[in-house]
C-alpha cells in the first residue's frame, strides 16, 4: 500500500517481508522519478489487515481498521483464562494471528479469579473423590466429576469449594459436594420456552379445514344446476 501526503512531498510505502529488506537502490529510483521523499515502512500481518479492512466474524468491520492503533501481543494464555476453544480456525482472524479481541475482556477474566481456589485440588469426599472438570467464571461455579460417575458433572459453587478444601486440609471428609437441600443459586438451567406449546397450536381444526379446502367446487356445481335449469 502507498500513502501520499497532501502537500505532494511524500510517499510511504509500506511493505510486508520476513526479514528487513534493503530498499536504498528502489528509494533513489523512486525519488528521481517522482520528484518527492520516498520511505519504505515495514508492518506486520495485523497493520495490514487494518489497511485492507473487511468485516470479522462478528459481523462488525475489523477493530484494526477502525480505532485499534496499538497492537498488544496476543497468546494463547488470553484463550485459556477466558475458558475457550483451543480452535485455530475459531480463534484467529483475517490477518492469520490471533484475534485482537481476545485482549478486550482478559483483564475482567484475570481479576475474576483472583480469588478462586486452585483448580488442580481434587475434593476429597466420603468414599470418593470429585475432580475438576470446567468453570464459569463470571457465575463462579466449578464443575466437578466423581470416581462414581465420572461422565457425569456437577456444578459446585465456588464457596463451597473453598469450604471443602479447608475441610480436607483439617482431615475432615464431607459426605457430598453439596448439603442436601441445598441449591445453588448461580446455576441457571435452562429452559424450554417451546415445550409448554403445542406444535399444532397454528393447525386450524380438521373439520374447518375439511369446509374451506375446496370451496370453488361447490361453486361451479351451483353454476352447472342454473344452467340445467
Same mark, same amino acid.
Given at each position: 500500500? !502507498? ?13 510486508i ?24 515502512? =515495514?508492518?506486520?500481518?495485523? @497493520? ?11 459481523g462488525?468491520e ?16 488470553h484463550?485459556?483464562f @477466558? ?6 480456525q ?19 477474566? !484475570?481479576?475474576? =479469579?483472583?480469588?478462586?481456589?486452585p ?11 470429585a475432580?475438576? =472438570? ?24 465456588v ?5 471443602? @478444601? ?10 457430598k459436594?453439596?448439603?442436601?437441600g441445598?441449591l445453588?443459586?448461580? !446455576?441457571?438451567q435452562? @429452559? ?8 399444532t397450536?397454528?393447525? !386450524?381444526?380438521g373439520?374447518?379445514? =375439511? ?13 352447472d ?5
Amino acid at each position: 500500500d !502507498v500513502e501520499y501526503q497532501g502537500d505532494k512531498t511524500k510517499a510511504i510505502f509500506y511493505y510486508i517481508a520476513d526479514e528487513r529488506v534493503d530498499f536504498r537502490q528502489l528509494i533513489r529510483v523512486l525519488a528521481e522519478e517522482f520528484k518527492i521523499r520516498i520511505e519504505m515502512r =515495514q508492518i506486520g500481518a495485523r @497493520q495490514e489487515a487494518g489497511r485492507i479492512g473487511g468485516i470479522g466474524s462478528c459481523g462488525r468491520e475489523l477493530c484494526c481498521a477502525t480505532y485499534i492503533t496499538n497492537f498488544i501481543s496476543v497468546t494463547t494464555t488470553h484463550a485459556k483464562f @477466558q475458558e475457550l476453544s483451543l480452535n485455530p480456525q475459531k480463534l484467529a482472524g483475517q490477518c492469520g494471528k490471533l484475534k485482537c479481541c481476545l485482549n478486550f475482556e482478559f483483564d475482567c477474566y !484475570v481479576d475474576a =479469579q483472583r480469588s478462586f481456589p486452585p483448580r488442580e485440588v481434587p475434593l476429597y469426599l466420603a468414599g470418593r473423590t470429585a475432580y475438576f =472438570q470446567k468453570i464459569e467464571v463470571h457465575k463462579n461455579i466449578y464443575w466437578y466429576s466423581d470416581s462414581d460417575s465420572p461422565t457425569s458433572l456437577t456444578p459446585v459453587p465456588v464457596s463451597r469449594v473453598k469450604e471443602i @478444601q479447608d475441610l480436607n486440609r483439617k482431615g475432615i471428609k464431607p459426605e457430598k459436594l453439596l448439603p442436601d437441600g441445598e441449591l445453588s443459586e448461580a !446455576v441457571t438451567q435452562s @429452559q424450554d420456552l417451546l415445550s409448554s406449546s403445542s406444535l399444532t397450536r397454528f393447525d !386450524v381444526p380438521g373439520t374447518k379445514n =375439511q369446509k374451506r379446502r375446496h370451496p370453488h367446487k361447490r361453486k361451479n356445481r351451483n353454476f352447472d344446476d342454473k344452467e340445467n335449469n
